[in-house]
């Protein structure tokens, strides 16, 4: 049917060469009939008419419209700061909230300083969460911000966990939020409490059996046993813990695996969905030091993999899983000596990698990384440079990108 179709676009006059191109052999050569019947020809002007009178096709003034900048919503045709976020910046068109500050170039500040905290994304909602933390001058928060695709958000909640640091984040795909559990608390106290953000509010949850209250531990999910492992961490004595917990929705289960990383605290883990594994590596072990161990847990049991090359010992770094480009990204951490490490590895199923970008964040400790799979970039935010830090990083794979 192409002679009928390209017959169609010289009458309107597009251009085209209206001859058919050359048969591809002989056996295409035969009679067609089609191609010498101008009536079909007369329906050209038919098909203008219909097209020019076909109202679907015409896009609606509100599809046409491009969408709202950030912290405002249209009304009655025109966009407008939405009641929660009041404040406009100057010469731009954002619209910040009454916590947050315009920065250069539009955008609405982002959460106060702050390290140890917890960070997660959440897929459902595509949004990048963060409670709480230690901010600058030892101040305890129990703020909730969100970081959507064009910048954060503070979230008022009517209640939710208290002020708290250490605490650990991530995603629960059974229930498809967020969950949260311990974390060391204002007046100094460990917390057991277990904790879960849908978007809108928190709720704390009554399991029947908890992990013992501690802070300095790691969570990671594994999506395809739909369990979230926890690990380790530093109990109410000081003491740090080896025991593995994996929350199955609705309650936690010890696990008793016959081989396990020793105890530990500042560690971190990611889940690797390629290969179907908790990656967890370094960490502080009382009495020894800085870990530069690799551990893997397939549900079963945590093997321990023997490696050509490892990165140095660390410990309070933050570490992600790269869905897009099918790594675990680690970023610096604390390691022995004076300063902390500014090195970028990445963990391939197999063996570690460093990484030399052009450019990355300043050297630091006690930030977490979490995957956004909206802007499929690994993003790091907050910990300590030389202070108290606030600034938000984004890994492609070749460099970091400074965000805020």
Same mark, same amino acid.
């Not at 971190?268 to 590596?281: G, I, W």
């Given at each position: ?9 010289? %009458? $309107? ?11 591809a052999?002989?056996?295409? $050569? /035969?009679?067609?009939?089609?191609? %010498? ?33 950030? /912290?405002?919503?249209?009304v009655?045709?025109v ?25 250069? !170039? ?21 949004s990048?969460?963060?409670?709480? !933390? ?12 969100? $970081? ?12 939710g ?6 605490? %650990?984040?991530? +995603? ?9 559990? /311990? ?8 917390? /057991? ?14 399991p ?16 395809? @046993?739909r @369990? ?15 025991d ?26 990611? +889940? ?11 960490? +502080?072990? !009382? ?11 397939? !549900? ?7 490696l %050509? ?6 410990? +309070? ?61 690994v $993003? ?19 460099t ?5």
């Open positions: 049917m192409w002679h009928r179709s390209l017959a169609l676009l010289c %009458a $309107l006059n597009i251009g085209l060469a209206c001859r058919p191109p050359p048969p052999n002989s056996e295409d $050569l /035969g009679p067609s009939p089609d191609l %010498a019947q101008p009536p079909d020809l007369q329906m050209v002007p038919d098909l203008r008419a219909d097209l020019q009178a076909a109202p679907d096709l015409q896009m609606a003034p509100d599809l046409q419209a491009p969408p709202c900048p950030y /912290g405002q919503e249209r009655d045709g966009c407008q700061c939405k009641a929660s976020h009041p404040n406009i910046c100057p010469s731009a068109t954002h619209c910040c909230a009454q916590v947050q500050q315009c920065l250069p !170039g539009g955008l609405c500040s982002s959460p106060t300083a702050r390290q140890r905290h917890g960070l997660a994304y959440d897929p459902s909602r595509q990048l969460v963060i409670f709480g !933390g230690l901010g600058a001058m030892g101040v305890v928060l129990s703020d909730t911000w969100e $970081l959507d695709p064009v910048t954060f958000s503070p979230i008022v909640a009517a209640m966990p208290s002020a708290r640091f250490g605490h %650990a984040m991530s +995603y629960d795909g059974n229930s498809r939020r967020i969950l949260l559990f /311990g974390g060391r608390l204002a007046n100094n106290t460990l917390s /057991g409490e277990t904790w879960s953000w849908n978007g809108a509010s928190w709720t704390q949850l009554a029947t059996r908890s992990p013992e209250a501690r802070d300095l531990h790691a969570m990671a999910y594994d999506s395809v @046993r @369990r979230l492992v926890l690990f380790g961490g530093t109990n109410a004595m000081n003491i740090s813990q080896n593995t917990w994996e929350w199955n929705g609705t309650d936690w289960e010890l696990r008793s695996p016959p081989t396990r990383p020793s105890a530990r605290e500042g560690h971190a883990m990611a +889940y690797d969905s390629v290969r179907h594994q908790v990656v967890l590596f370094g960490g +502080y072990i !009382g009495g020894v030091g800085y870990s530069n161990e690799t551990w893997l847990w397939d !549900g079963a049991t945590w093997t321990r993999p023997t %050509a090359v490892t990165p140095p010992p660390r410990a +309070y770094f933050g570490m992600a899983f790269d869905e897009e480009r099918r790594v675990v990204v680690m970023f610096s951490g604390e390691t022995p000596g004076t300063m902390a490490l500014d090195d970028t590895w990445e963990w391939d199923g197999t063996s570690w990698s460093r990484k030399m970008p052009p450019s990355s964040p300043p050297r630091r400790t006690n930030h977490r990384m979490a995957y956004d799979a909206g802007r499929k970039r $993003l790091l935010y907050g910990g300590v440079t030389s202070a108290v830090d606030r600034d938000v990083w984004a890994w492609d794979g070749f970091w990108t400074r965000l805020y």
